[in-house]
C-alpha cells in the first residue's frame, strides 16, 4: 500500500524559499503515476501546484508557474517543491499526492492517496 | 482555469438522512474528469469519486456521484455518523486542475 510522507520546515522567512520533500514508500516512483503537490491556505480552498513523472516531465499551476520546481529522486523515491520568493500568503497545509487515472503515464488526475499535509508558516 | 462553486456552503442534516451537494463549473469540464473528496479536521483529503460517477476503491454505496458537462452532485444517502465532514470537488479535465471551495455536511 503506497504511503507519502512530506517533511520539511515548518517556519520560512519571507523573501527565502520554500522547500519540501515527499518520500514514497510502498510503490516505486519510477512506475507510471505523475506525483503532485497541492496547498491548502487557512480557510481558503485546496490548490494545485504542481505534478512530476520519474521521466522528468512536470507541469506547474500558471500561477505559481515562475515562483515553483518540482524535482523527482529515483535514488531515494522522493521528490521535491520549492517555492521562492514567500510571502504570507503561501502560508498553508502542502500535500503530497499520487496522481491517478485510468490511463498510464496519464497526468490528467484526480489525486490517491494523500501524504498527511505538513504546515509552513511564512513569518518573520 | 475553471472556477468551481459548490453550494450550499453548509448542510445541517440528522444522521439516517440523505444529503446532496452540488458543483457548478465556470465551463464545461472536459470528458467529465470530475473527483469528489471528503475531509475531516486534521485529515488529508479522500478520494470518494472520480470520472463523476465511478466510486474509488473501497468507498461504500450510499456514495453517488452523477452530472455531466457544467453541473455534478454527490449524493449521500442514509447519513452515517463517519459522514459528517467537509466535501470538495475537483476538476481534473482543463489545466489548471481545480478544487471547490468545499461544502460542510454537520449535525443537525
Known amino acids: 500500500q503506497v504511503q507519502l510522507q512530506e517533511s520539511g520546515p515548518g517556519l520560512v522567512k519571507p523573501s527565502e524559499t520554500l522547500s519540501l520533500t515527499c518520500a514514497v514508500s510502498?510503490?516505486?516512483?519510477?512506475?507510471?503515476?505523475?506525483w503532485n503537490w497541492i496547498r491548502q491556505p487557512p480557510g481558503e480552498r485546496l490548490e494545485w501546484i504542481g505534478s512530476?513523472?520519474?521521466?522528468?516531465?512536470?507541469y506547474y499551476n500558471p500561477s505559481l508557474k515562475s515562483r515553483v520546481t518540482i524535482e523527482v529522486d529515483t535514488s531515494k523515491s522522493q521528490f521535491s517543491l520549492k517555492l521562492s520568493s514567500v510571502t504570507a500568503a503561501d502560508t498553508a497545509v502542502y500535500y503530497c499526492a499520487r496522481g491517478a487515472s485510468l490511463y498510464t503515464n496519464s497526468w490528467f488526475n484526480w489525486f490517491d492517496p494523500w501524504g498527511q499535509g505538513t504546515l509552513v508558516t511564512v513569518s518573520s | 482555469e475553471i472556477v468551481l462553486t459548490q453550494s450550499p456552503g453548509t448542510l445541517s442534516l440528522s444522521p439516517g438522512e440523505s444529503a446532496t451537494l452540488s458543483c457548478r463549473a465556470s465551463q464545461s469540464v472536459s470528458n467529465n474528469y470530475l473527483a469528489w473528496y471528503q475531509q475531516k479536521p486534521g485529515q488529508a483529503p479522500r478520494v470518494l469519486i472520480y470520472?463523476?460517477?465511478s466510486r474509488a476503491t473501497g468507498i461504500p454505496d450510499r456514495f453517488g456521484g452523477s452530472g455531466s458537462g457544467t453541473d455534478f452532485t454527490l449524493t449521500i444517502s442514509r447519513l452515517e455518523p463517519e459522514d459528517f465532514a467537509v466535501y470538495y470537488c475537483?476538476?481534473?479535465?482543463?489545466?489548471?486542475?481545480?478544487f471547490g471551495q468545499g461544502t460542510k455536511v454537520e449535525i443537525k
Open positions: 510502498g510503490n516505486s516512483i519510477s512506475s507510471v503515476y505523475y
Open positions: 475537483q476538476q481534473y479535465g482543463n489545466s489548471p486542475w481545480t
Open positions: 512530476i513523472h520519474h521521466s522528468g516531465n512536470a
Open positions: 470520472g463523476a460517477s
